[in-house]
């Protein structure tokens, strides 16, 4: 049975990588008693599959991922299990069951995701920021270059940003994210600053990922819902 | 929301951010409005290497249970955090509360090793306490060293407020109750180290006065406050079945060097090698009992959700209920997919039918320890493994289908001759033929056996305490002399070879033996930029070269030379059970290449008997 599982991290969660994090949740499987399933052969290893790898010094309140469980468990007491055993910072938001079959992995469905983007305590930028990015981000075309290993290329990142818009001193955006089209808050920040005339210090932005989503449109239309939105869940 | 003592600027410049963070599985939060005492536990090496370690589990697991008391974690900063910290004066801070070290009320520090006593001064250091006991205020918090090196405490004793000599979970509720009264009866600092130094096996360096002869060795140990008693007595617990142990350890988001769950076995070890300083120290041998055991592995398991599981013990094959708890773990582990990883255990029928079901046999390899390449040395030594012993093992674990042996040594032990150092050679050889013998078509390829070899450091409280160390020329020669025997040999190219670094092990050796006068040598280091001496990607010799120029320090007095028997050794005030004419007997009958057999099949009369319990009293009921 496949089941997709939504999660947050929070607060001085936001230190742990990518890797660390799968780890943790191996642990907390078992702590949480949940019957997950194993790979085959000699070394078994949990069968769990992430969406989209979040950087370190990024929050989420989206994050995902996919595991096969043995036997069945209502959503409702496996979230409360997982809960009991989460430190603080992890929160396990959703546990559905999701159709069989590798089409369905959330790895290569992610194709969009949400965040909410802020400049730290003494990073802003001069006064009315807010609306110089707005009218920024409706250019027809945003070019930046993009360093390679071996060259830099020019590239238009405005095709990848899906919206943008500012409420207060937070700016929210969806940006294509994925195999096909991946862009980062933080460049499409750079890119402003430097139209302002300014380099992003590294640390200047505070990012939470709000969601990830899947694009069930056509090629000539997005149609982006949530990852958990395709999963059901279980009740027994 | 958790306020963390770094900013995120620092933490997102430097290496691994969650050595600093704390908030790991398990780890205890409490309300310090409602706590009398506050605790920081200190491995002094980086948060991989010190959440690894067992006793610091079982202490904070002990100390927590205790509502009136906070025990918090911190680790030495890696060199990245190191240089920050001092470029913006921060104070070092505790993992759970983040809140400076330096306003609680203690500070212990195990010391496990002596390279890492340059990390000693940069956690005391860091921590904005004065790196000398007699120069803390009374507002400065109760600097206390445990661990084995704390055996031989003189080279550090300056440093230190007090040392606990023995296990843990002895003393240390009377300590921190009697800190407690002193505090509400107003007393100075130096009146709660007066009234600790009476507790047994509390060492507060402070109270005792050192002289010297002219050539440098002790000419009296005594103590300069009446009361303060003359000998310190080594506390350890007899009955381990009872005693506190941590059935939710910690578990690090970061992958520690010891990432599974680790069950504790039994304490000391009954063989008796004259080389092996926790031989001696943790006598006499005393096991837990095997169902609490059981019990305890489960809990654990189920409370951290590691993956893998390890025994730990000296010597895990004379645990006298091994099969039984071993095979229950494989039971057990099987439902769970939990793996187990084996301590090193003596090759015979039971250990191999074990390895080859919790094991990849094509993967894993066989160890052997035999420590000395000769039978005579071997003797010497009293490592009671024989030539004979050895090839039927691997043979045996050859016609299993293992083709990987690991084989340790050391080099430099004392009577050593070049015929010993070649006598490795041969044994690697011999195993390498016996495996050759099976026919080709039922073996599994080419064998590799690996040939390891450390220096010889002589100990404290070993029968080899006196011996004299050798040279970093005679170490390297002997170990030119192996590699050039097997080279020779016609199974070459099945066997590898390892040594050590030398440049280490002398200054271990400086350490381990050194008195009150090696202080300088560690603070010149130290001032000079050394820590993490035991990382071989940090360890800068010319430092010491330096500092042992700078303070004058004789090498050949420290670590070269035989000491007299009539000699006062700096560690003669501690009784660790095994008298000192127990040691001498077996330092007489090393060069007599006398063999003492185990505890279990004679008694040697070592003197462990006094603590009244374990392996000394087995069968006598």
Known sequence: MKIRIKFAKQGVMR??????????????????????????????????????????????????????????????DAIRQLNEVMVEGMEVLSFRQIEEGKAGKAMSL???????????????????????????????????????????????????????????????MTLATGSAANLKPELVMSAFLKNEGFELHSFALSVNRDEVYADIGTEEERKLVSLESLGEDIVL | ????????????????????????????????????????????????????????????????????????RVYSPWVDLDKVMREQNISLFALESQDPIKDFDFLGITIQYEMCYTNILQVIDLSQIPLKATDRGEDCP??????????????LAEFF???????????????????????????????????????????????????????G?????????????????????????????PTAPIVPFIKATQDRVVLEIQRGCIRGCRFCQAGMLYRPTRERDVEMLKKTAIAMLESTGHEEISLSSLSSSDYSKLPELVNFLIDECRQRGVNISLPSLRIDAFSL????????????????????????????????????????????????????????????????????????????????????????DQRNGKCQITVSTSFFVPKPFTPFQWARMCTIDEFLGSARTVNHEIKDQLNKKSIRYNWHEADVSVLEGLLARGDRKVAEVLKDV???????????????????????????????????????????????FIQIGVTKKHLLKEWERAHQEEVTVNCRQKCAGCGAACYKGGVCFENQN
């Open chain 1, 110 to 172: 992610v194709a969009a995701a949400d965040y909410t983007v802020s400049f730290r305590p003494g990073y802003e930028p001069a006064d009315g920021w807010q609306k110089r990015l707005e009218e920024f981000a409706k250019k027809d075309s945003i070019v930046i270059l993009k360093k390679t290993k071996k060259s830099e290329v020019e590239t238009d990142i405005r095709p990848m940003i899906y919206a943008l818009s500012v409420d207060g001193d937070n700016v929210h």
């Open chain 1, 15 to 76: 230190f742990i990588g990518h890797l660390d994090i799968m780890r943790y949740f191996q642990k907390a499987m078992r702590r949480a008693h949940i019957d997950i399933a194993f790979t085959e052969g000699f070394s078994p290893h949990m069968i769990m599959s992430f969406a989209a790898p979040l950087g370190v010094g990024l929050t989420s309140n989206g994050e995902y991922m996919d595991i096969e469980i043995k036997s069945p468990i209502a959503s409702a």
């Open chain 2, 142 to 155: 109760v600097v206390i060293g445990g661990g084995p090196c704390t055996y031989n405490p003189e080279p």
């Open chain 2, 526 to 572: 130290y001032e000079h930029g050394g820590i993490y001496d035991a990382w071989s990607e940090t360890f800068d010799n010319q430092k010491w070269v330096d500092a042992l120029e700078r303070t004058g320090t004789d090498m050949n007095f420290y670590v070269h030379r035989e000491r007299s028997l009539e000699e006062k050794l700096p560690w003669d």
């Open chain 2, 353 to 440: 039918d074990v390895m080859n079901k919790v094991q990849d046999v094509r993967k894993s390899s066989l160890t052997f320890a035999p420590e000395a390449g000769s039978q005579r040395l071997r003797d010497v030594i009293n490592k009671g493994l024989t030539e004979e012993i050895i090839i039927k093992g691997a043979g045996e674990a050859f016609e299993g289908g293992w083709n990987k042996v690991k084989l340790y040594f050391m080099l430099g032990l004392p009577t050593e001759t070049p015929e010993d150092q070649k006598e490795i050679a041969h044994l690697a050889e011999k195993i390498a033929e016996r495996y050759y013998e099976i026919p080709k």
């Open chain 2, 1 to 72: 929301m958790r306020k963390l003592a770094l900013s995120d600027e620092i933490l997102l410049s430097i290496e691994k951010p969650a050595r600093y963070i704390g908030n790991e599985v398990n780890s205890v939060m409490k309300d310090k409005e409602k706590i009398d005492v506050r605790f920081a536990m200190c491995f002094p090496d980086v948060y991989e290497i010190g959440m690894s370690h067992l006793g610091i589990q079982i202490l904070y697991d002990m100390f927590n249970k205790r509502e009136d008391i906070w025990c918090e």
């Open chain 2, 161 to 215: 407020d007090l040392f606990y000599i023995g296990e843990g979970e002895t003393v240390y509720f009377k300590l921190v109750d009697l800190y407690k009264e002193c505090k509400k009866q107003g007393l100075s600092r130096k009146e709660f180290l007066y009234q600790a130094s009476k507790i047994p096996g509390i060492y507060v360096p402070m109270f005792y006065d050192v002289t010297y002869n002219e050539d």
């Open chain 2, 217 to 245: 060795t002790i000419a009296d140990f005594t103590p300069n406050r009446e009361g303060v008693p003359k000998q310190i007595e080594k506390q350890i617990v007899m009955d381990l079945s009872d005693a506190t142990y």
